[in-house]
Every structure is written in C-alpha cells, then in structure tokens.
C-alpha cells in the first residue's frame, strides 16, 4: 500500500510565505513524476506544478516567480515553496506521485490527503 502525506498547510498574509511537503512511504519501487494541484471552494481541482524524477519542472501561469517545487528523491519528499502568497491562493492543496510498486508494475496516480492553505489578513 502507498500512501502520501502532506504537511505544511496553514494560515498565511497576503505576501507570506509557507513550505508543503509531501512524504511517499509504503510499496515503492519507483517514482516518476510528483506535483501539486489545489482545489478552492467551488471550483474544480487545478494542476499547481509538477517535477520529474530527473528535475524538469513545470508550473501553470499563475505561480510562476511565486512558488518553487523542489523534490528530494531520496527521501521519496516533494516540496512546494508558496512565496508572495495571495487571497486567491487559498485552497485545498494535493500532493500527487505516479508510483511504480513493483519492478514490473504499471505506474498509478497516488493522491495525498490535502492540506489547506489559507491566505487572510
């Protein structure tokens, strides 16, 4: 069984800073891409950024030059750096990981539980 858990969520100001992390444990033979996705209230879950096992990097327009993913392979650990945070930004946030459990196996979507960030003066 695989299972990501995240931390690091919280309550920040306007132009605040925080770190997520998200911790792959369980059946793991490898690890191909990793990411986060948010999701705000009433609307649909949206792709964050995402981070290869090699480093190549992928962020969707409105977090560019704001937030930094970052992964450490070893550690099975992708990180999300959230700086120059906004209202807009309050969300649900998913770790997700496409993870091979076995030599052999196909790669599957693994989803975190979410970690809720919230920006509010």
């Known amino acids: 069984q695989v299972q990501l858990v995240e931390s690091g969520g919280g309550l920040a100001q306007p132009g605040g800073s925080l770190r997520l992390s998200c911790v792959a444990s369980?059946?793991?033979?490898?690890?191909?891409?990793m990411g986060w996705y948010r999701q705000a209230p009433r609307k649909e879950r949206e792709l964050v950024a995402t981070i290869t096992r090699g480093g190549s990097i992928n962020y969707v327009d409105f977090v560019k030059g704001r937030f930094t993913i970052s992964r450490d392979n070893a550690k099975n650990t992708v990180y999300l750096q959230m700086d120059n945070l906004q209202p807009e930004d309050t969300a649900v946030y998913y770790c997700?990981?496409?993870?091979?459990?076995?030599?052999?196996?196909?790669?599957?979507?693994?989803w975190g539980q979410g970690t809720q960030v919230t920006v509010s003066s």
């Open positions: 997700n990981a496409k993870i091979r459990a076995l030599r052999y196996s196909n790669l599957n979507d693994y």
């Open positions: 369980g059946s793991i033979f490898s690890i191909a891409d």
